[in-house]
């Protein structure tokens, strides 16, 4: 035997393993082998190469995960790759589940086997600790598998807030044990319009609900992918599938039917009536239960007053609390039920709306007409989400000069154009903040609202890419945000998608 090849064997197990499985790729001619690219989706705040060069023989899977950085971000983490191998160093197993995915981004898209990883170090860490996505399933019902895959895809682009929107005009899909009529009647839907409210029906009935034991599994199944899942029951709006089973919580008292258009029914809750305060808490006590989040979304987003200003009920109300005026109504309620989720350690988030009679300080708001009411809430000194519609709602258009109905192209949307070019563009932070208030932008989030979304596949097309776009807001720097980078890495990304069989929008503006 040559003297060339004595050294090998001199060496280790492992180690001669990797120099011999270097070797035969060289020798072997496999050209299309090459060191992978850590410049992944999102893209992680610092990489570093080795200026000196060189590269691990990486078999996709041993890694040396060490609990030991101090960092005041929890979900930080730094990869060190050299000839020792890969070590990951994070503060919490959050850190290392997104170190993980970022070495898993790296090679997703190599061939099957070992791969060569230069030698380097990625120090990262998200931008804003909440990174959100929701998906309405009122309005259509998405099947609990799905839901699982849903979740795989918020993990794959570090996304840490499921957003559950599950109850509307249109549906009821929370199992509410102490008034199971909310299931019973409140989620069948007889038909649903056709298009845009034209008074053409389909007459199918829409149907299904999630049972709790079902939804403490989506729980479960999201935690271990770094994901807490916040739960929505819109009030005192959006609630005519519970006035559907419960007519004597309105303020006729109907009959009511569940909703079959789009928009806002102007039957809501009674705010007069002694039994809603009690009904809703009950409702409430059983999402604590089933949700361990410590994030409570109320809705409070488009409520009309029309019904209380002709209520005799709601007018003695008014009167009995001193209150001038209509709205003043809903901000009663509302702090009726942020009072009831404090005392059991949990915080009331609401859309915009729930600004305007105050809230308590730990309220949360979710800004979602334009950025005015982030700035006020943060003003306030309230935690806001970013997730203004021009830029977060992905229920719109991503294709612009189609026709709506070539459903070759992209189907039926309600409406805007948001391309993924303008959800880069987005700035969670307005800059008419100062420092100390800026503070107070916690995140931001896409609203996927599904009016004309019918089915899962449906669903992943409006998201897709555009959560790629949105993650990079979430998750980087602003200043290392470049659009025409990020488009030459989002192939990498999008044959994730095709490896998992995710359905996207293959074309991008």
């Known amino acids: 035997m040559s003297k060339w090849f004595l050294p090998i064997f001199n060496l280790k197990t492992d180690s001669m393993k990797r120099v011999l499985t270097a070797f035969v790729l060289l020798f072997a001619g496999m050209s299309s082998f090459a060191e992978v690219d850590y410049r992944v989706i999102p893209l992680p705040q610092k990489i570093e190469i080795s200026p000196k060069g060189g590269s691990y023989v990486w078999n996709r899977s041993d890694v040396r995960e060490i609990l030991d950085l101090k960092t005041d971000n929890p979900e930080a983490y730094v990869i060190t790759v050299n000839k020792k191998g890969v070590t990951v160093h994070a503060a919490t197993k959050s850190g290392l589940f997104y170190a993980r995915q970022t070495l898993f981004k790296s090679v997703a898209n190599e061939p099957e086997g070992d791969v060569l990883l230069p030698y380097a170090t990625i120090t990262d860490e998200p931008r804003f600790p909440y990174r959100g996505v929701h998906l309405d399933v009122a309005r259509h019902f998405m099947p609990i598998d799905f839901i699982y895959k849903y979740i795989d895809i918020l993990a794959l682009h570090g996304v840490n807030q499921f957003h559950w929107h599950l109850t509307d005009d249109q549906g009821w899909r929370f199992e509410v044990k102490k008034h199971p009529a909310l299931t019973e009647k409140g989620s069948v839907r007889q038909r649903t319009v056709i298009g845009k409210n034209l008074g053409i029906y389909d007459d199918t009935p829409e149907t299904g609900y999630y049972t709790q034991e079902e939804m403490r599994s ?17 009030l005192p709006g959006h609630m005519l599938a519970a006035l559907c089973a419960y007519p004597e919580l309105g303020c006729t008292g109907g009959p009511y039917t569940i909703w079959s258009d789009w928009g806002v029914s102007p039957d809501v809750l009674c705010a007069g009536n002694d039994k809603v305060i009690p009904f809703l808490k009950d409702v409430l006590a059983e999402v604590c239960e089933v949700f361990p989040s410590e994030i409570i979304h109320i809705g409070g987003d488009e409520s009309p007053r029309d019904r209380w200003k002709a209520c005799p009920k709601c007018q003695a109300k008014k009167a ?23 005392e059991r350690g949990r915080v009331l988030m609401g859309w915009d709306e729930t600004l305007e009679g105050g809230l308590s300080e730990n309220a949360m708001v979710m800004s979602w007409r334009g950025v005015d009411g982030g700035i006020a809430a943060a003003r306030q000194r309230h935690r806001a989400v970013m997730t203004p519609g021009g ?22 949307a309600i409406g805007g154009y948001t391309p993924l070019s303008k959800v880069y563009s987005y700035e969670p932070v307005p800059e008419q903040l100062s420092e100390e208030e800026r503070k107070y932008i916690v995140g931001a989030q896409c609203n996927l609202w599904s ?31 470049d659009f025409e980078d990020f488009k030459k890495r989002l192939p990498a990304m999008q044959n994730i998608y095709k490896q998992r069989g995710y359905t996207y929008c293959r074309r991008s503006e």
Not at 220 to 231: F, K
């Open 451 to 481: 009016e004309y979304i019918l089915s899962p596949e449906h669903v992943m097309f409006m998201l897709l890419p555009r959560l790629a776009a949105l993650c990079e807001v979430q998750w980087t720097q602003p200043e290392q945000k």
């Open 218 to 234: 989506v729980v479960a199944y999201a935690a271990e992918r770094n994901i807490n899942v916040i739960p929505e029951i819109d």
């Open 391 to 412: 830029w977060c709602y992905f229920d719109h258009y991503q294709l612009k000069n189609t026709n709506p109905q070539d459903h070759n192209l992209q189907p039926l």
């Open 320 to 342: 009995e609390l001193g209150l001038s005026r209509e709205s003043e109504l809903q901000t009663y309620i509302n702090k009726e039920l942020d009072k009831f989720l404090s």
